[in-house]
């Protein structure tokens, strides 16, 4: 497992671009005999393993995409890659963890693979590209899987995902029944002044004065109008931008933010919010305003019934086993658990004698994974397969 994640950290590929993995990963499964599938969602590959005895059909996911960030850790495996990314040459690097990920899918698959004759089911195991999310124009990802067939021919019951965690200890899982990770929507605001000289203000309509106002309202929406003893929810505006030069006030101004929410009915709540303070605050600048809301990822939820049962296969699996607190990162994983119970949970990933305050995050220069802890997602793959398999067997 772990010269596996070498070689995958080694050659990253991007978004949509996970040729190599994919190969590697195909080559794998069809040397374990199961049958396979390629080219889902342009890059995916979906491995079927039929049980020796009849039961339930489980899927088991990995997400194989890395991020354009270039590597700082120093190791003998670092990535020196580099690749085109919406029309720029960026370095690519594993600052997420896919690689370990497919790493520990592949030892699940073989540990599983080895029992066929007494496995009761059918185990689906999910290599999905583009978690990360695909390039401009393109599309990827596990709603495309599902779209695809991922989860049917045969129907799937049960799908469960694992993320190693930088900054968790090896040996502690975490896990949470219901809403573990957020949605994450995407806001644009265009407003739009008139333009005039900036030595006479008051011959036109300032839209970067109005463009700040709104960015303090919109702050808000979540410090005062929503009811924060329900769920968390996140507002922020990432990019501002409006303006030539320092004597002209400008026609226009651009604010690009994010949204986070782990409650379906606080997400359309914030979402008429943000119109609402919008448009009121540029009307009372005399301006106009258009707000674009651009739904992303879904909020992924452990299944209750499904977490409660499969918590005494995650403590055996553990040394720690810890029920952690919602998480406003988001994860697309969320489509397949829309679609079927599914169970998400994180691996840790961070050395034992390391303050997770000084663990690099993910998506950064410095990430880095402590490998011992995949061992604990090895298991925790193949254990709550076999598990679910035999609690559900005909």
């Known amino acids: 497992v772990i010269e596996w994640r070498r070689d995958i950290h080694q050659n990253p590929e991007l978004s949509n671009r996970e040729t190599r993995t994919a190969k590697k990963v195909a080559t794998y499964l069809r040397d374990l005999d199961m049958e396979v599938e390629t080219g889902v969602s342009k890059t995916g590959v979906v491995g079927t393993l039929e ?35 919406n029309g720029e040459k960026v370095p690519v690097m594993h600052a997420c963890g896919h690689d370990t990920h497919v790493a520990m899918l592949m030892g699940a698959a073989e540990i599983l693979a080895s029992m066929r004759e007494e496995l009761p089911g059918t185990v689906k195991f999910l290599f999905q590209p583009a978690e990360e999310g695909a390039p401009k124009g393109e599309r990827g990802g596990a709603d495309v899987m599902v779209e695809e067939g991922a989860l049917s021919d045969p129907d799937v019951d049960a799908v469960f995902g694992i993320h190693i965690n930088s900054q968790t200890e090896v040996g502690t899982i975490r896990y949470r029944p ?22 006479t203000p008051w011959d036109g309509v300032d839209p970067i004065v109005t463009a700040s106002q709104i960015v303090n309202n919109l702050q808000t929406i979540v410090s005062r109008q929503s009811e924060l003893t329900k769920e968390p929810a996140v507002v922020s505006v990432g990019k501002i931008e409006g303006g030539v030069r320092n004597n002209i006030i400008p026609e226009s101004a651009r604010m690009v933010g994010t949204i986070r929410t782990l409650d379906t009915a606080m997400q359309r709540d914030i979402h008429d919010r943000i119109r609402r303070v919008a448009t009121s605050t540029a009307e009372g600048m005399g301006a106009e305003v258009n707000v674009e809301i651009d739904r992303g990822y879904p909020v992924t939820k452990n299944d209750p019934s499904l977490t409660e049962t499969l918590k005494p296969t995650l403590e055996r699996v553990a040394d720690s086993l810890v029920k952690t607190d919602p998480i406003t990162g988001a ?33 950064t220069p410095d990430f880095f994974i402590d ?19 035999s609690a559900h067997a005909e």
Do not use: C
């Open 51 to 85: 049980g020796g005895k009849p039961g339930p059909v489980i899927a088991l996911r990995a997400d194989m995409d890395a991020l354009p960030v270039k590597e700082r850790v120093d190791v003998p495996f670092a990535s020196t890659d580099s690749s085109m990314y």
């Open 178 to 199: 219901g809403p573990i990770m957020a949605a994450s929507d995407v806001f644009r605001i265009n407003v739009t002044g008139e333009q005039t000289h900036g030595s």
């Open 331 to 363: 994860e697309d994983f969320s489509y397949f658990a829309r679609r079927v119970p599914g169970l998400y949970v994180f691996v840790g990933g961070m050395p034992p004698d390391m303050d997770p305050e000084d663990a690099p995050s993910h998506h």
């Open 371 to 389: 490998e011992s802890g995949m061992q604990y997602g090895v298991r925790a793959y193949a254990q709550i397969a076999t598990d679910y398999l």
